[in-house]
């Protein structure tokens, strides 16, 4: 399993050295205050989206990243939900083909988990919650030892369902499940 998720893991940067591995990559880290949140939203525009839980020695939160400038990153909490946004300033889709890498690390005792990606690649692995619902309009998603009620949805693309526990149920308007 490490090694399938090593990929994205060496692209995003070590959040205990700020200055390591980033280059001329601008960047936005946030940690996430967790007291009473049950549910998360992620919201991403575009680019590249992992969402795994925290390991040993790390602390809920997000880090985003992108070569050619900082993303917009927003997080807010609405009673128990914790919502995250990501977004790249407005135009920036017809300069550059790709949007920021985002790498967010959750915790244990969720009940719902939402993902919408507009367009790029999304990959949850280790999550365990009551629900989760990743939403992508056209790109890459891929799931690994998840344990959850999984409602997965890709317009147009491909969708792969690795080793999950629980009920899931999965459409793709134009493209292949596995």
Known sequence: RRARGSGIR???PDPDDPVAGRGSAAWMEQQFTIDGVRDVSLDQTAGNLTVRMCEEGESPGVIATNNKGAPELEVRREGDRLIVEV???KGWLFRRKQGPTTVV????GLS???????YGEVQVRDLVCDTLRIDVG????TTFATVCDLRADVRAGKLTVNGHRGLASCHSGTGDVL
Do not use: Q
Request: proline fraction near 0%; avoid cysteine; aromatic fraction near 4%.
């Open 105 to 108: 690390r959750l915790w244990e």
């Open 87 to 89: 977004h790249m300033s």
């Open 138 to 141: 056209a790109g890459t998603t």
């Open 112 to 118: 719902n988990v939402k993902v919408n990606l507009g």
């Open 10 to 12: 060496d692209a995003a």
